[in-house]
C-alpha cells in the first residue's frame, strides 16, 4: 500500500523495529498506547510482550488491514489523536499506561504537549518512546545555554526528564524522509522545581523565547509590564541578572521569575 502524503507517513524497517524494541524494553504486564500505528510492525511487536496495548492510526485504510492481523489484546482505533478523547479511552486500567509511537514530523509539537497535558505528573502516562525529526529530538534535550534550547526544551524538561537513546537514518524508513531522526525517552513525573502557576510559566517562557536573542529585561518587557512589574525588577528579586539571554536559564531560575509573576504582586514590596 503505498503512503498519504497528507498524513506524513514513513514506515520502519524490521530491522530498526527490533532495535526501537530494545530501548522501549516492554514487560509482560506492561499496558501501551501506540501513536500512529501504521502497517503495525510495532504494534505487533509490542503486542507479543505486552499485557495490553491501544493502537491509534488515522488513516482507515491501514486501520482495517491491522484489524485482520492483530491479537486479541490489541484495541485499534481509527481516530486523529490530537481529536481523541485519550483519557476515556485509557479509562479500562487503573495503572500508568506506556506510550510509542512514530510522529508524523509535521505536527510532532502539538503530540507532544498532549502527552504532557495528559500525563498527569505519571498517573495516566508513565513514560513514551517517540520517533522524532532530529532537531526536534536535540531541543528535548537541549541544556541550558546551547543554541536548541528553548520552549519545547523548558515545557517538556519541567514534566519529563528526557533522554536520546537512539538516532536513525533516513534509510531506516519506508519512503525515506529527507531528515535524518532520532528515538527520544520521556518518563513522566512531576515539576523538578516549585511552580506557583503552570499556565502562566507557560506563557511567560512562549513570550520571553520569542525573543531569544535579547536580554531578558528587554525579552519579558511587555510581559512584565502586563503583569504589573518591570522585567528588571524582577529579575533582580530573584537573584537572576536581567542582562543574560533566556536561553541561558536553568528550569529552576524560569520557575523563581515565573513566581515573581505568580505572586500578583510588585517585586520590592514582597
Known amino acids: 500500500m503505498s503512503t498519504r502524503k497528507r498524513f506524513g507517513q514513513h514506515f520502519l524497517e524490521p530491522a530498526w523495529v527490533r ?11 506492561d499496558a501501551f498506547l501506540e501513536i500512529g500505528a501504521g502497517r503495525g510492525a510495532l504494534t505487533l511487536a509490542l503486542a507479543a510482550r505486552v499485557q495490553s496495548l491501544v493502537a491509534i492510526e488515522i488513516d482507515r485504510d491501514l486501520v482495517a488491514d491491522l484489524e485482520r492481523v492483530v491479537p486479541a489484546n490489541v484495541q485499534v482505533v481509527a481516530a486523529d489523536f490530537l481529536e481523541t478523547d485519550i483519557r476515556a479511552l485509557l479509562s479500562t486500567s487503573t495503572a500508568p499506561f506506556r506510550v510509542a509511537g512514530n510522529l508524523p514530523y509535521n505536527i510532532s509539537s502539538p503530540i507532544l504537549f498532549r502527552l504532557l497535558s495528559l500525563a498527569d505528573a505519571g498517573r495516566l502516562l508513565f513514560d513514551a ?20 534550547y528553548g520552549v519545547l526544551s523548558v515545557l517538556v524538561q519541567l514534566h519529563a526528564t528526557v533522554t536520546r537513546p537512539l538516532v536513525l537514518p533516513p534509510g531506516a524508513f519506508r519512503p525515506p524522509p529527507r531528515v535524518r531522526s532520532a ?33 531578558i529585561g528587554n525579552a519579558l518587557r511587555d510581559f512584565a509590564d502586563a503583569h504589573g512589574c518591570g522585567s528588571g525588577e524582577a529579575a533582580a528579586k530573584t537573584g537572576i541578572d536581567a542582562g543574560r539571554r533566556p536561553e541561558t536559564l536553568t528550569l529552576e531560575e524560569i520557575a523563581r521569575l515565573a513566581g515573581v509573576f505568580a505572586s500578583g504582586s510588585r517585586p520590592d514590596v514582597l
Open 19 to 29: 532495535k526501537l524494541v530494545e530501548v522501549v524494553q516492554p514487560q509482560p504486564g
Open 129 to 148: 518512546t517517540l520517533m522524532l525529526q532530529r532537531e526536534v529530538a536535540d531541543r528535548l534535550a537541549a541544556r541550558p545555554g546551547t543554541a536548541d
Open 183 to 215: 528515538v527520544v525517552h520521556l518518563v513522566f513525573g512531576p515539576p523538578p522545581v516549585p511552580i506557583a502557576d503552570a499556565a502562566l510559566l507557560e506563557r511567560m517562557v512562549r513570550s520571553m523565547f520569542t525573543q531569544r536573542r535579547k536580554t
